[in-house]
T-cell receptor, first 115, second 114 residues
Framework: AQSVSQHNHHVILSEAASLELGCNYS??????LFWYVQYPGQHLQLLLK??????LVKGIKGFEAEFIKSKFSFNLRKPSVQWSDTAEYFC?????????????FGAGTRLAVHP | DADVTQTPRNRITKTGKRIMLECSQT?????MYWYRQDPGLGLRLIYY???????NKGEISDGYSVSRQAQAKFSLSLESAIPNQTALYFC?????????????FGPGTRLTVL
C-alpha cells in the first residue's frame, strides 16, 4: 500500500537552530509532493509543493524542501528556526496511479521551538 | 482566510447521538473532502465528492455518511456517534486540474463523543 513516513514525531529546537524534517514515501511512479503546516489552533496551510522541475523547492517563511527521487524523499529544511515556527508539519503525497489521485498524509511532526 | 468554513468548531456529544458537521466554501471549487485527524495518524480521508452527484468513500468511511447539498456545501454525518469517533475533522476543497490535487483546508471541527 502507498504510504508516507515522517521519521520524527516530536522535535525540540532552540531558536536559530537549523531544522530538517524527514519524509519518505512508498510509490515508484510519478508523484506530487506537499508540506502542510498546522499552527496551534489553526487549520492546515500549504507550506510548499513540488510538481515538476527543480527538485529544490522554496516555500513560505524561509522553508525549502528537496525532492530526491532515488531516495523517495522530500525532506523539509529551514536554516534558522524561530519561536513562531512551533507547529505540526505534515508531508503529503499524491501518487499518480490512475483514477482518483488521493492525497496521502504522513503522521505529522510536532516541532517546538524554545526562545 | 474564510474561504472554507466549518460549523460547529467544537462539539461534545454522547454515544448514540446523531451529529452533523457542515462545510461551506466560497472558492468555487468542484471537489470537496472530509478528513479526520488523530494524534500520531495524520489525516485520513473519510469521503470525497467531485461534484453534487459524485460522492465516493475514502479509506475510513464506516460509521459516516455525507451529503453534497450544493457545489459549495458538503456535510458529514455520524448517524450514531461512538467514542472512537472523537477526533478533529477537516473539510477541504480542490479545483481542477485534479492532477495537482492541491487542497485547501477549513479550520476544523473538534468532536468529542462521551
Amino acid at each position: 500500500a502507498q504510504s508516507v513516513s515522517q521519521h520524527n514525531h516530536h522535535v525540540i529546537l532552540s531558536e536559530a537552530a537549523s531544522l530538517e524534517l524527514g519524509c519518505n514515501y512508498s510509490y515508484g511512479g510519478t508523484v506530487n509532493l506537499f508540506w502542510y503546516v498546522q499552527y496551534p489552533g489553526q487549520h492546515l496551510q500549504l507550506l510548499l509543493k513540488y510538481f515538476s522541475g527543480d527538485p529544490l523547492v522554496k516555500g513560505i517563511k524561509g522553508f525549502e524542501a528537496e525532492f530526491i527521487k532515488s531516495k523517495f524523499s522530500f525532506n523539509l529544511r529551514k536554516p534558522s528556526v524561530q519561536w513562531s515556527d512551533t507547529a505540526e508539519y505534515f508531508c503529503a503525497v499524491t501518487p499518480f496511479s490512475g483514477g482518483y489521485n488521493k492525497l496521502i498524509f504522513g503522521a505529522g511532526t510536532r516541532l517546538a521551538v524554545h526562545p | 482566510d474564510a474561504d472554507v468554513t466549518q460549523t460547529p468548531r467544537n462539539r461534545i456529544t454522547k454515544t448514540g447521538k446523531r451529529i452533523m458537521l457542515e462545510c461551506s466554501q466560497t472558492k468555487g471549487h468542484d471537489r470537496m473532502y472530509w478528513y479526520r485527524q488523530d494524534p500520531g495518524l495524520g489525516l485520513r480521508l473519510i469521503y470525497y465528492s467531485f461534484d453534487v452527484k459524485d460522492i465516493n468513500k475514502g479509506e475510513i468511511s464506516d460509521g459516516y455518511s455525507v451529503s453534497r447539498q450544493a457545489q459549495a456545501k458538503f456535510s458529514l454525518s455520524l448517524e450514531s456517534a461512538i467514542p472512537n469517533q472523537t477526533a478533529l475533522y477537516f473539510c477541504a476543497t480542490s479545483d481542477l486540474p485534479s492532477d495537482y490535487n492541491e487542497q485547501f483546508f477549513g479550520p476544523g471541527t473538534r468532536l468529542t463523543v462521551l
